[in-house]
């Protein structure tokens, strides 16, 4: 399943001015313009700042937006007019699994090469699931060895003597 990141954390940015000595600020100067304690303001589609104490010219300022990383191949950022934020826009969202740059739809099963067989078992979410094809032998008798798959097939096959039996799990079929 696709993941991405919206992090409302944003970035305070404190600053400090002196005052010359015998001298009041009484105002938080921030590019050209003057603000009092407690005011608060926006500096574009930039950042929100407050005045914190306008006697030393204290300010905080954040980012206005959120920051939106690890955005899916099948979505964008997208900034309407008239605001600031972005969104995320994404193509067929609900409507299938996505999966290697395509999109299946709902109990479609596919093929992963020889790696894996999927199935997308929830196209509202985007879920699908995927199983290894290929049995994995990990205590095979040092009698038996595996030979490689025959043409046209993905799975390496098990070799024993004659008398040994080999137990596969219910339903696999060689691939």
Same mark, same amino acid.
């Given at each position: ?6 992090? %409302?954390?944003? /970035? ?10 015998? *001298?009041? $600020?009484? &105002?938080?100067?921030? @590019?050209?313009?003057?603000?009092? %304690?407690?005011? /608060? ?10 005045? *914190?104490? $306008?006697? &030393?010219?204290?300010? @905080? ?115």
């Amino acid at each position: 399943m696709d993941a991405y990141v919206i992090d %409302t954390t944003s /970035t305070a940015i404190l600053t400090l001015f002196s005052v010359p000595p015998g *001298l009041c $600020a009484a &105002v938080c100067a921030y @590019k050209g313009s003057k603000y009092q %304690t407690g005011d /608060t303001w926006q500096d574009n589609c930039d950042k929100t700042c407050t005045c *914190l104490d $306008a006697s &030393v010219n204290l300010f @905080k300022c954040t980012d206005l937006c959120p920051t939106i990383s690890n955005v899916p191949a099948r979505c964008q950022v997208v900034t309407n007019p008239g605001e600031c934020c972005g969104h995320l826009e994404c193509l067929n969202q609900t409507s299938g699994c996505f999966y290697k740059g395509a999109f299946y739809g709902q109990d479609e099963k596919w093929e992963d090469g020889c790696d894996y067989n999927c199935q997308c078992v929830d196209a509202s979410q985007g879920f699908y699931q995927c199983a290894a094809k290929c049995l994995t032998f990990r205590d095979l008798p040092s009698v038996c060895n595996l030979l490689p798959a025959p043409q046209g097939k993905c799975c390496p096959v098990v070799n024993c003597p004659v008398g040994i039996i080999v137990n596969y799990p219910d339903g696999y079929v060689p691939q």
